[in-house]
DNA sequence: GTCTATATAGGGATAGAC
DNA sequence: GTCTATCCCTATATAGAC
């Protein structure tokens, strides 16, 4: 790998395990086995990194919000598509810890994220529609926009309530689970019996 | 005024105004026509001020939290609950956009603030629960145990969200409104059509 | 209580040799 | 592309005079 990805790599590394405030060019550098200058060589400073790897996450973002279609007719598209965008969140679990103090500091990133964020809102309320259309979901326009708007903040900061709520010995995978079941949770009142019970089935197998 | 009081009042400005990270023990006692020497003198370092703000924070939020009482048999009293929740969020907005950089770094703010948020959602509970007794609320346990949690998380991040979605020149007040019936329509399915119609009512004066 | 002066340390970033 | 050396700047924190 060229030095230039490998940057990226260990920084993104870095910036998940130690936070980003805590990780410097010098750290990244040290990491790497090579030296200040040539980090800087590669990358003009700290935000042109994190820059760089917000495209990639921007990219894989992306990717799962503009293909929202329903395939099984059933809870289990909901279920798939927020495992998705669970696991990315993950991968990039930097941005989600300190979201606004990078939205201030980089200006793009801001735009950009605000705009992924209404991406997310549209692709729930897209999935929710056609589920309704299925007679899957069973509520109004307005509850269906509303459960939206909340999917999209829960996924966006579930990570920081559950570093906030739960014991740090927790595992983290568990922590993720235990989102995606209570964002299925927050719809379940809106489904028949037999999508309840399936997403009982679903919470027995993987929570 | 103290000094030592005045140092709590304009670091807590501060760091609202600029955000924690951005705001030196230099910028409070500059702010403040004093000397950075004479800051020390009253406070051991910078963590020792935000930890006093914060304990300042934790009385106020605690004496809403121990009060859940449902007075009118209404949505109002959650109406009136969140208020007083939001009140407080806004007044100590630095700790919520920064949440996670500050648990990391204060061990005691970590484990107050899980306490808080735990309180939080229990209060959020008790509310619901009456207002089931009195059949304003018509929904099973875990879909109340849900919504409690969902109150909890929303109201904690609801400041960041709204940072992170709408334009910079919205109304500050109206982005908090907004929450607060953003809560309120999660529960609106539960209620009958007297209490939806409160809600609008709410909507139309307050929104 | 308050000030001035200063020690210490660390991070961001660049110059110039190889 | 990479390294060494270094500069600049800023933040935290302390010592000692008043």
Chains 1, 2 share one sequence.
Not at 40 to 45: A, I, L, S, V, W
Not at 46 to 64: G, H, N, P, R, T
Request: aromatic share 12%.
């Amino acid at each position: 790998m060229k030095t230039k990805d490998r940057v990226i790599v260990t920084a993104l590394r870095l910036f998940n395990e130690e936070g980003e405030p805590n990780v410097t060019t010098n750290h990244i550098a040290d990491e790497m086995d090579i030296s200040p200058g040539n980090l800087y060589y590669h990358y003009k400073n700290k935000d042109d990194i994190i820059w760089q790897i917000f495209l990639q996450y921007e990219a894989k973002i992306k990717s799962i919000l503009v293909t929202p279609t329903v395939e099984s007719a059933s809870m289990k598209d909901m279920w798939l598509f927020l495992n998705l965008i669970f696991e990315v969140v993950v991968e990039y679990r930097f941005l989600y810890r300190n979201l606004i103090q990078l939205m201030n500091r980089i200006a793009f990133l801001k735009r950009h994220f605000r705009h992924i964020l209404a991406l997310k809102s549209q692709t729930a309320l897209e999935i929710l529609q056609q589920l309704k259309g299925l007679d899957v979901v069973n509520a109004d326009a307005v509850t269906i926009g509303n459960l939206a708007d909340q999917i999209a903040l829960t996924s966006t900061f579930w990570l920081n309530y559950s570093i906030a709520i739960f014991d740090d010995g927790f595992d983290e995978q568990k922590k993720l689970s235990h989102g995606i079941f209570h964002i299925l949770q927050m719809i379940a009142p809106f489904l028949d019996q037999k999508q309840k019970k399936m997403l009982q089935e679903l919470a027995r197998q993987f929570l």
